[in-house]
């Protein structure tokens, strides 16, 4: 998942206003935060798929903090 791009789409207003990420211990998926057809549900959650990617749960910390400029690896 590139959360570099995705903290500075959201830093700058360019994420969709209703973009929500689920995340769970060992993945996650987009969700949206209001009521949609089904049709643009559909459509939404994949455009942010293709913009983003998925996350990959718990495992993704490191590169979360990494993207928010702080140096961490795994030990």
């Known amino acids: 998942m590139n959360y570099k791009k995705l903290l500075e789409d959201a830093r700058t207003g360019k994420l969709h206003p209703q973009a929500q990420l689920a ?15 089904d049709e643009d549900f559909q459509r939404i959650t994949a455009e942010l ?26 030990c």
């Open 23 to 37: 995340m769970d211990n060992d993945g996650g998926y987009w969700d949206l935060d209001g009521d949609f057809s």
């Open 49 to 74: 798929e293709v913009e983003y990617g998925l996350p990959d749960g718990y495992k993704d910390i490191v590169d979360v903090l990494q993207a928010a400029g702080i140096d961490c690896d795994w």
